[in-house]
């Protein structure tokens, strides 16, 4: 395991710390890259990403931890002719989430909560990143201030996902005043952003 | 050196701009101004505004500042003004007139550093044969520098965003990767004579190529700034309801960019103009992850993209060859397809 200390360090200087590191480290050994800020984190993720490098991230204290796999069919390119995206052909496919209630499934209202909290936990994981959720019915009650997945919609705002909360559905349950995250959009906008969807992903 | 104006900032030049979504959408919400006489404006992303004040004379008006590029004030203030004006060139126009702006905390920095920040300033308007005649200033954090330049051109050859046709062919006329560079300069990567090299290109004015755009009557041109080749590329095809390729490996680079981009080397700058053109782009199968990187990588006072009909590509090349020997065909217009722009090898 080869640990990569990116703390203290601004943009770019992360990215070349992980560039140096993947061409150093040996076929199959792993790579543990320790970031402290939004924006080289992001960076970093699109990087591996872009390049179908596989990897985990691990928040702890304000920290990540991203780890890499690198086995023999991750390497990164050196070269123009050798470098082959996959998935470039065509334009990315586009999902959407739509959260259409506060809980994940029916049958049972705790567990309905337990589930909708780690779906959101492990949405900015989630890699291609799905690039908006829209948010109707009780759904938006996750998005206001002090909500159980608060902290999770904000990360997912932060890092680019278009965040879009049903405003008649807000005013329906008097929280237009309390938003932690998202856009308000009417149902023209939400229906639009899932009109242009590949796939809609409903929890 | 008396200062070294890159101990006060993170991310200079056109990399400080607001990332272009986020732009895109605040603008989306400002009223169009409705008076026959504006003959360009906001709706099309170009890099003046165009006012036609009789049949002879249309007035070109634009601003830029940024933060510091590099350690030198003088060589700061003779970039920053470079980058101002070329907005007149890149719109067809002959710049006229011009005002400074500077943001500069006078309790923190030698007022020196002042003076040779304006004084090369007020040396590039002269080689571009404009005059300062105001300007205005406030005390901030890390300093900044630029100005609004007014230009004029004939209201019937105004060079826009929207003038690309199908069939036409781009041309570049300075190497990308300043932004990757002067990174790398920071990052104790590049040698002096790379840093340089950028420099050098961010001093060069635009108005050989500007005179040369309006010899061959060409109708869609911009300067690639902030938004990166493919952003500004992007921009265009948009505004010209048109679908742009870019070769990327016809692309001039500085030297050291590509090398640079390989080891990581990538300002976030040219992330956000990735997240931007990602929207309405395609890669192509097989494009070079670095050369990708390069278009996206934000320029500071960079070449004119010029959109010209195949016939006058070889004429207008050999003549801007003389002044921007690095100039070069580097994509084509179609048809509107799928996407506004594809970006491959």
New interface residues.
């Given amino acids: 395991m080869k640990l990569v200390d990116t703390k203290g360090l ?4 992360p ?6 590191a993947l061409n150093e480290a040996s076929a199959g050994e792993s790579l543990q890259i320790i970031i402290d800020n939004q ?1 080289s984190l ?2 970093i993720r ?2 591996l990403s ?2 179908q490098i596989a990897f985990s991230v691990d928040e702890r204290n304000s920290e990540w931890i991203l780890t890499v796999d690198r086995g023999e069919t991750s390497t ?5 002719e050798s ?3 996959t998935a ?5 496919k586009k999902t959407v989430i739509a959260i259409t209630s506060d809980l994940m499934g029916s049958g049972d209202e705790q567990l309905g909560q337990k589930l909708i909290v780690s779906f959101f936990k492990v949405l900015p994981m989630v890699q291609p990143l799905p690039s908006a959720i829209v948010i109707y019915n009780a759904g938006v009650k996750l998005a206001v201030k002090g909500s159980v997945v608060e902290e999770y919609l904000k990360e997912l705002e932060n890092m ?1 996902m278009d965040i879009v909360l049903c405003t008649t559905c807000l005013d329906y349950f008097g929280l237009s005043n309390d938003l932690a995250a998202g856009r308000v959009g009417d149902m023209y906008q939400i229906l639009n952003i899932m009109n242009e969807a590949d796939n809609i992903i409903k929890p | 050196m008396i200062f070294d104006l890159l101990t006060t900032v993170e991310a200079g030049g056109c990399s400080a701009k607001i990332p272009p979504r986020l732009l895109e959408e605040i603008l989306s919400d400002m009223p169009l101004p409705v008076d026959p006489a504006i003959l360009v404006d906001t709706s099309t992303h170009d890099d003046a505004g165009v006012y036609k004040l009789n049949d002879d004379i249309a007035l070109v008006l634009t601003t830029d500042f940024f933060p510091p590029v590099c350690s030198d004030p003088y060589e700061f203030g003779l970039i920053a003004a470079a980058n101002s004006i070329s907005d007149v060139y890149a719109m067809g126009g002959n710049p006229v007139l011009a005002l400074n702006i500077i943001m500069f905390p006078a309790d923190r920095i030698p007022l020196e550093v002042y003076s040779e920040i304006l004084r090369g300033g007020y040396d590039k308007a002269k080689e571009a044969g404009i005059s300062i005649i105001g300007g205005h200033s406030i005390d901030d954090y890390p300093p900044k520098y630029g100005m609004a330049v007014t230009g004029i051109v004939h209201p019937d050859r105004v060079i826009t965003n929207s003038g690309a046709r199908e069939g036409d062919l781009l041309i570049l006329t300075k190497p990308l990767g300043c932004g990757v560079i002067l990174a790398a300069s920071r990052m104790g990567m590049a040698s002096d004579e790379e840093l340089n090299e950028a420099k050098r290109y961010m001093k060069m004015l635009n108005n050989e190529g500007s005179r040369l755009m309006q010899k061959y009557n060409i109708r869609g041109a911009t300067d690639v700034t902030g938004f990166g080749l493919a952003g500004h590329a992007l921009k265009m095809a948009v505004a010209s309801g048109v679908t742009i390729e870019l070769k990327m490996k016809n692309v001039p680079l500085m030297s050291g960019t590509y090398e640079y981009i390989n080891q990581g080397c990538i300002p976030g700058a040219a992330f956000r103009n990735l997240d931007y053109v990602e929207q309405d782009s395609v890669f192509s199968n097989g494009v070079d992850y670095n050369l990708r990187m390069a278009a996206c990588d934000a320029q500071t006072s960079g070449g004119l993209l010029i959109s010209v009909r195949s016939a006058d590509a070889k004429a207008i090349l050999d003549e801007l060859k003389e002044f921007h020997p690095e100039s070069t065909v580097i994509g084509s217009v179609h048809k509107k397809g799928e996407s506004s722009l594809v970006i491959g090898n």
């Avoid at chain 1, 601004?10 to 200087?13: N, V």
């Avoid at chain 1, 990215?15 to 140096?20: E, P």
């Fill in positions: 601004r943009c770019p200087a990215l070349i710390k992980t560039r140096q924006t992001n960076n699109r990087f872009d390049n990164v390119a050196d070269n123009a470098y082959c995206s470039s052909a065509a334009a990315p680019g």
